[in-house]
């Protein structure tokens, strides 16, 4: 597993626990989870166009 398929499963992980809290009415706790889940999303696309970037580099 590379690192941006492993950045893109933990945000789907936390796919749950952020429903959970939505669903319940916890959007002070639901808010900052959906919030790393954008990040971790954004990171695991920058690990995606790094590693793209630098295979053809290595090409």
């Known amino acids: ?9 933990m945000a789907l992980e936390l796919e ?8 319940k009415g916890e959007r002070w706790a639901a808010g900052p ?3 790393l889940q954008c990040r971790l999303r954004v ?5 995606r166009r790094r ?9």
């Open 16 to 23: 749950p626990l952020y429903e959970a809290l939505d669903s």
């Open 1 to 9: 597993m590379n690192l941006a398929a492993a950045l893109d499963a």
């Open 51 to 59: 590693g793209a970037t630098l295979g053809a580099a290595y090409q």
């Open 33 to 35: 989870v959906h919030l």
């Open 43 to 47: 990171l695991a696309e920058l690990a």
